[in-house]
Structure formats: C-alpha cells, structure tokens
C-alpha cells in the first residue's frame, strides 16, 4: 500500500462496539487515520468530515448520500457498507460519480437461515402449538394438525439468495424435498443446491413449509396474497424471516385465524409489532421481533468483512461484495 487511507466512520458507539471489534479496529487504523463521526444520520457532519476521505464506512441509519452530500467528497473512491441491505442511503449520485460499493449482508445470511430452518422445524413439528397449550395448562386434549418429520416433506423456498442458498443447503442436507422458485436461478445452479426449479403455483400447491427468502422489488410486493395462501394445502405453513412486503398481511392473518394455516413470522408491515396485533393472541403464529440475524457472531463478522474489503481496496485487489447499481436492481 503506497499511500495512507483517510477512512470516515459513521456508526455510533453502541453500533460500533457491536460491530467492529477491537481486533478489527486495529485493521483499520493499520491502513490510515480513521474518523470517526457519532451520528450516521447528520448529513452535515458527514459533509463536514468528507473532504479528503478516501474511504466512507457507513452504518445503520446513515443519511442519504446525496448530491449536496457527495459534493464535499473530494476523493473518495469506495463507500463500505456494514451491514446489508444499502437502499435506504445510496443514491444514483454515487453510481454516477464512479463511486465503488460494497456490504457486509453475507455475514446475516447464517444466522437468517438459521432461523428459517429453526421456524421450518417448529412448523412440522407444531411446537408453537404445543407451546401455548402448555402454557395455558393443558396436555394433549386439544385438536393439532399433524405432525411431520423435514425428511422427506417438501419445503419450497421462493427466492434463492445467499440467505435463501444457506437455508437450501441445511434442508436439503438434512433429507428434505425441496423445490424453489427464483426467476435468476440456472438448471446448473439449481443442480448444484440439488434443487429442483418450479413455478410459484405448484410449489404453494405442494409444500408443507413454504419459506420466503425473496428480495424486496416493486415485482415482489404481496406476491403472497389471499390467491396464492388458498392454494397452499390444509396444515402447511408459512415461514418469512425476508420482508413483510412480500405478503398480504390481512390475507395472512385471516388463513392463520382460520387454523388452516399455520405461520412463524420475524419481519412485520408495522414494527414494533403492535401490542393489540391479532397475531400475539394466535397460537398457530410463532413470533420473532425482527431479530433473525442478530447473534454476536453476525455482528463480528460484518466488522471482518468490511475490514477485509477495505484491505483489498487499499492493495488493489478485487473486491469479495462490490454492488454495481445493476446488481443492486435485483437486492431487497
């Protein structure tokens, strides 16, 4: 590395405690002066600390990184993102100005699959159910689906992603029919997951647990609606650790009530879940309060992959999660 980086921080204290590691800290000030700016969300002091950065580390919450912004970045070449998803903040003034982009999301793609397979066995094995009847004292005179083991039930996953692929891999490993429908996924890749492909229908129509792992898009928006729910079939279950947008809540909520449908949910249209939300008083309905990704190993592991992109930045190697603005057409 010829030259010392000047790299802006922008998260505060508790995200940076969160994140980036004392070990991981020391990686950074080993590549040039780090700047560190308490309020990701103050576009002034980001303007402000700008001029003659190389490199900007964002954050949750960072302001939008627009033209009055950027103007102030006399030299920045890579904006690093880490955590994932980067639509809240970037805008087309970065890709116009040639501006380099990378994320740190690989790291919640274990932890999030984990959590799908977690809610995929619940739902099988109708532990929700069992849960709240016991909690409320009783044994077993009460009416429960049957139960299913997840070797040899179909499960179909819409949207292959790289956390939709983690989630493949565990059920697929652990005997599970799985059937996927994703519009990008190739015959050669599907073979490699050892998957089959197959329309959103069909697979509604033939899953026991139908797990979404698809990107948030204007295509994707209740792509879950009263239509697709009817077709499931009677004690299946929905599993959506991904985004609330993909579903019709209110058609959700009616196929739950009902009973015939049972679901685990951890992203919600309204969050924090509301208090009075008829989905708290389900017992068919496993809840999560949005927390699918948020182990301390996740956390870490963001830190290290922003960490190593800056390395790689600064020796002038390939980037491992550079986002093009194509690219990024395709991303939740």
């Known amino acids: 590395m010829a030259e ?6 922008a998260a505060t204290p508790a995200y940076r405690k969160m994140v980036f590691a004392p070990e991981v800290v020391a990686r950074l000030e080993a590549l040039g002066e780090v700047v560190v700016l308490d309020d990701p969300g103050d576009a002034g002091a980001l303007r402000a600390a700008l001029p003659g950065a190389d490199v900007l580390i964002t954050s949750w919450g960072t302001t939008p990184l627009t033209a009055d912004v950027l103007d102030a970045a006399d030299r920045l070449t890579l904006i690093a993102h880490s955590a994932s998803s980067v639509k809240h903040f970037v805008t087309d003034e970065v890709f116009r100005r040639g501006l380099r982009l990378t994320q740190a999301g690989q790291a919640m793609a274990l932890p999030v699959a984990e959590t799908s397979l977690a809610f995929t066995l619940s739902m099988l ?9 016991m909690h409320a004292g009783e044994w077993r005179d009460y ?9 040899g039930s179909r499960i179909g996953v819409v949207g292959a992603s790289r ?36 329309d959103l229908d069909d697979l509604l129509r033939t899953s026991r647990v139908v797990a979404l792992h698809a990107p ?19 004690g299946a279950a929905l599993v959506n650790t991904a985004r609330s947008w993909l579903v019709d809540t209110d058609a959700l909520l009616a196929e739950v009530r009902s009973g015939r449908l049972d679901a685990a949910l951890d992203v919600f249209d309204v969050e924090p879940l509301p208090a009075d939300s008829p989905f708290r008083g389900l017992t068919n309905v496993l809840l999560m309060p949005h927390q699918a990704a948020a182990t301390v ?23 491992r999660y550079e986002l093009t603005e194509v690219a990024l057409t395709r991303m939740g």
């Open 297 to 319: 190993e996740c956390y870490f592991e963001m830190g290290e992959i922003t960490a190593d992109e800056l390395e790689r930045h600064a020796t002038g190697q390939a980037l």
């Open 125 to 133: 094995h109708r532990i929700q159910r069992f849960d709240h009847a």
């Open 216 to 234: 948030t898009l204007p295509e994707t928006h209740h792509m879950i609606g009263a239509r697709e729910l009817a077709l499931m079939p009677d």
């Open 143 to 151: 009416d429960v689906p049957p139960q299913h083991g997840l070797a």
């Open 4 to 9: 010392k980086l000047r790299i802006v921080l």
């Open 163 to 198: 956390t939709g692929a983690e989630y493949i891999r565990m059920v697929v490993a652990l005997g599970a029919d799985v059937v996927v429908h994703e519009p990008y996924l190739t015959e050669e890749r599907a073979a490699e997951l050892g998957v089959r492909r197959i």
